[in-house]
């Protein structure tokens, strides 16, 4: 049954553009994951417990990406690929995150995810191996209304 949610959770994972609305992604966690899920990382000392602080970071991660995508000339696409383990309720796949901003800078993040499954809910899930390359995006990567509208304006005057 866990190969079946986790190929599903991947599929829903991947399949929301990353501008669709949060309550898209808060109802994946909803729905997948247990209350009282436990997310580590190699990265990020400490544990978040419990589904309402995986929520409230994943708000953070999303934020700046919604903003992102909302230019037209900016493109963010996330690919998944599953990783053969071999327990039975533990699956693992591989992560990629591409953003190219408005000024063709590139930038991609990889990483890989062990979930442990129970009762047909994500009880753990691990992030590993992360790794970034590409260019650093800058801020004429980002359309920012308000610093659009002032330069327009200062050009008129």
Known sequence: MSVASEHTLNAALAAPHIGAEYEEWMAIVDRFYAEHVQV???VIPGRL???SRVK???LKL???LHTFVEDDRASVSLRCMPIY???H???HSAWSLEIVGASGRRATVRWCVRRIWRGGLVVHEHFYENDMDGQAL???DLWIPSADLQVRLRSQA
Do not use: K
């Open 138 to 140: 800058a801020v004429d």
């Open 89 to 91: 309720d533990e699956h």
């Open 62 to 64: 999303l934020a700046p």
């Open 85 to 87: 383990a071999d327990r």
């Open 49 to 51: 417990i419990g589904r």
């Open 56 to 58: 409230q970071a994943l």
């Open 40 to 42: 580590s990382s190699d």
